[in-house]
T-cell receptor
């Protein structure tokens, strides 16, 4: 089945630094990928839709200059948290629809970010 | 009012019990209703989905949607310790993308 790989699974960084999270579709191509954030005991919240070859679409309230998304190929999307602060500590999960189009989403195993 | 509401639990049951997990939503425009299972520190995995109202069965799992009352249910028969996870309901307006997740209900099945 379709597999979405996310890396790293866990990262600690200091306040003010930037962190890059990678999301790869391993055995299928994904023109669209979705980035979610999940705080403890809260629901997954969609942050942005990553589109291959074009700009990402951000949900209301998500700062596009803080959460940089790049979808440079059909199998890779990256999320960079810039100038991270402790309140950015969360569980970040990416997902991609399988094939054919409009198939259910496949999720990565998430990245736990801790900003100290 | 949140768009999708779930009791966070935890819901503790003995092995073999029938489990009922529920979800309510506020937007009548939702058409697709997904149930995801999420193990600790992992991404969600799709369990099953239904389109519009009705029931759908898959092995030990049955999903039920009542659009008139905006109520979604997932039933698990003969529950197993391996079913211990957080169950997320996720309706959508169109298709499988742009999901709106509930907070999830944590289920604990004891041997």
């Amino acid at each position: 089945g379709a597999v979405v790989s996310q890396h790293p699974s866990w990262v600690i960084c200091k306040s003010g630094t930037s962190v890059k999270i990678e999301c790869r579709s391993l055995d299928f191509q994904a023109t669209t990928m979705f980035w979610y954030r999940q705080f403890p005991k809260q629901s997954l919240m969609l942050m942005a839709t990553s589109n291959e070859g074009s700009k990402a679409t951000y949900e209301q309230g998500v700062e596009k200059d803080k959460f940089l998304i790049n979808h440079a190929s059909l199998t890779l999307s990256t999320l960079t948290v810039t100038s991270a602060h402790p309140e950015d500590s969360s569980f970040y999960i990416c997902s991609a629809p399988g094939t054919p189009d409009n198939s259910p989403l496949h999720f990565g195993n998430g990245t736990r970010l801790t900003v100290t | 009012q949140k768009e999708v509401e779930q009791d966070p639990g935890p819901l503790s049951v003995p092995e073999g019990a029938i489990v009922s997990l529920n979800c309510t939503y506020s937007n009548s425009a939702f058409q697709y209703f997904m149930w995801y299972r999420q193990y600790s520190r992992k991404g969600p995995e799709l369990l099953m989905y239904t389109y519009s109202s009705g029931n759908k069965e898959d092995g030990r799992f049955t999903a039920q949607v009542d659009k008139s009352s905006k109520y979604i249910s997932l039933f698990i028969r003969d529950s197993q310790p391996s079913d211990s996870a957080t169950y997320l309901c996720a309706p959508s307006f169109r298709g499988f993308q742009k999901l709106v997740f509930g907070t999830g209900t944590r289920l604990l099945v004891s041997p």
